[in-house]
Nanobody, 121 residues
């Protein structure tokens, strides 16, 4: 199995910045897309940003120009740099990865446990 562990969440004032990290470990043959989702209270989980194994990135319109996703394939880690945060960014942020545990196995979707980001003065 693949485990994803997030870190870096917390409380920040409007206009501030945070950097989230997500490290993959366990039985991993290959990791493909890695990304970040978020879920605010009373709302559905939504895509924030995704990084493909080829290095391209896609963002939700609401975070374009403010958030940057990056990854270190050697460390099996994906990052989310969040700048100019506003209260609407308050949510639990989840890491997601598509990965194979063995060479002939299927690509499966794995989730982290989530990390809380609160933007408030």
């Amino acid at each position: 199995q693949v485990q994803l562990v997030e870190s870096g969440g917390g409380l920040v004032q409007p206009g501030g910045s945070l950097r989230l990290s997500c490290a993959a470990s366990g039985r991993i043959f290959s990791i493909y897309g890695m990304g970040w989702y978020r879920q605010a209270p009373g709302k559905q989980r939504e895509l924030v940003a995704v990084s493909t194994s080829g290095g391209s990135a896609n963002y939700a319109d609401s975070v374009k120009g403010r958030f940057t996703i990056s990854r270190d394939n050697a460390k099996r880690t994906v990052y989310l740099q969040m700048n100019s945060l506003n209260p609407e960014d308050t949510a639990v942020y989840y890491c997601n990865a598509g990965a194979q545990s063995k060479s002939i196995g299927p690509v499966q979707s794995f989730w982290g446990q989530g990390t809380q980001v609160t933007v408030s003065s």
